[in-house]
Structures are given as structure tokens and as C-alpha cells.
């Protein structure tokens, strides 16, 4: 559920027409009554988890909230970068923890969540956090890439979303290790005529992509080292699977 709200603010956020494919709830509905709709989620949300009577889990998602609103600011404010002709290292650790915090907060901490509410012992509780937050980041990085390597009809949702709301992600980052041109259109967030175009041919023409990909795989593997943590079972194979599914996927 808060997945769901978090998806129908960012659409009001995007100004997006589409959400896999359909109408967007903004597009169908107008950004007052989807605000509202996302807000009413989110509420109903907050009644299920008080329900509970785990305070720990409570926290747990409740910090999820606050980390999806900051990861929002952290996306508007685009990279953290200045007049430099190349990306640093602030500048990836920015756009890494700006992917924490919109999207591997939310699965880290359910699955922690999920782990507590199952009666396990603390240090189980940390590696299916481990899980989620390197399957998170390694689903997000995939999401990134796949804005620019497939069709609209495939991903569900516009391509070439990501340029056109001024927004640096991974594949645009590696390419301007190679192109340092790119750094001025990220500074001015692709706004001028011709930005788009030209940022999207930069990012074919350099290895971007693949790095992007092999990045994606990493984390891949460090959510399966952390799963294999744990006692041979089903479930256990089961997460494996998704995780390998995670980096494959083409939607």
C-alpha cells in the first residue's frame, strides 16, 4: 500500500499520462483527487500497521515514509554537482542514496519487517535487510537503464521520462564520464532545445548502458550472498530466482 501511494504522488510529481500501460490515476482522475488518493492509502496504511501492536515494525515503515519524501527532494535537486567537467563521487553517492531512499527503503525494510514479525533473531532480521536494500538498488538500476533500451509499449510507462524531467540517473552518469559535455545539460537539467536528443545519443554512444547494467548485477549478488546467509530451503530459493529475475527483466 505504501508502494502503491508512493506511485501515485510521483505521477502527480512527473505530471505522468501513463502507469503500466493505463491511464495514470492523475491523468484519469486530476492531481487534486490523486493527492487525495494517495494521502487515503496512506492513511489506511497507518490504521493497518497500528494494528499490529509491533512497535519496531511500526518504526520500521514509518521511516520508509519520511525516506520516500526525501528521496522526492533529493530527485528534484537532480545531481549534486557543480561546475566540474566530470562526475565525483559525491555526485554517485548522491544519486545512490537518492535510489535508497525513493526505492530500497521500502523493500529492506518490509523485508525486515517481515522477518520481525516472524519471531526471528536479530542478526536474521539484518541480512533480509541486506536483501531488500541490495535487491532495491539493483531494481531501480535496471529501471534506469530500461528508460533508455526499451519501448514505451514494453516498460509500461513512458520512455525517456527520466531526461525529460531534467533527471541524471546511471546510465546518463557513466556516460558522462566519457562525454563531459553532458555536464552542462545536466546542470540545466535538459531544458534547452535539443538537450534530450543529444543526451540520449551521448548515452548509446558510450558504455553507459553496460556499465549500468554490470552495476545492477552486483548488488544483484550481493542480495543473493546475503540470502545464502541463510538455511538451504524453498523460500530461500525462491528469493534467489527473484533476484536473478530483477536484472533480467525488459518491464
Not at 487515503?40 to 511500526?58: D, G, H, K, M, W
Request: aromatic fraction near 8%; hydrophobic fraction near 40%; charged fraction near 25%.
Amino acid at each position: 500500500m505504501i508502494h502503491t501511494a508512493s506511485l501515485v504522488h510521483d505521477d502527480v510529481v512527473d505530471d505522468s499520462p501513463t502507469r503500466r500501460g493505463a491511464a495514470s490515476t492523475n491523468a484519469a482522475f486530476g492531481n487534486k483527487l490523486a493527492v487525495l488518493a494517495g494521502d487515503f492509502i496512506l492513511a489506511r496504511t497507518s490504521i493497518a500497521l497500528a494494528r499490529l501492536r509491533n512497535p519496531e515494525v511500526t518504526e520500521l515503515l514509518a521511516k520508509v515514509m519520511e525516506d520516500l519524501v526525501d528521496g522526492e527532494f533529493k530527485q528534484l535537486k537532480n545531481t549534486k554537482q557543480g561546475d566540474h567537467e566530470k562526475p565525483n563521487m559525491s555526485t554517485f553517492e548522491h544519486y545512490m542514496d537518492k535510489t535508497y531512499l525513493k526505492t530500497a527503503s521500502l523493500i529492506a525494510n518490509s523485508c525486515k519487517a517481515t522477518a520481525i514479525l516472524g519471531g526471528n533473531t536479530a542478526s536474521i532480521a539484518e541480512l533480509a535487510y541486506s536483501f531488500g536494500k541490495d535487491l532495491g538498488l539493483a531494481f531501480q538500476l535496471v529501471d534506469d537503464m530500461l528508460d533508455y533500451t526499451t519501448t514505451a509499449d514494453e516498460f509500461g510507462k513512458p520512455v525517456g521520462a527520466d531526461l525529460k524531467l531534467g533527471l541524471a540517473t546511471a546510465p546518463v552518469l557513466f556516460a558522462w564520464e566519457e562525454f563531459p559535455e553532458l555536464g552542462q545539460l545536466i546542470k540545466r537539467k535538459f531544458s534547452q532545445p535539443g538537450d534530450i536528443e543529444k543526451a540520449y545519443e551521448l548515452v548509446w554512444r558510450s558504455n553507459g548502458i553496460e556499465q549500468t547494467r554490470k552495476l545492477a548485477e552486483s548488488y544483484c549478488q550481493k542480495a543473493i550472498n546475503a540470502i545464502q546467509q541463510l538455511p538451504p530451503s524453498q523460500a530461500q530459493e525462491g528469493l534467489i530466482q527473484l533476484a536473478h529475475k530483477v536484472v533480467t527483466r525488459t518491464n
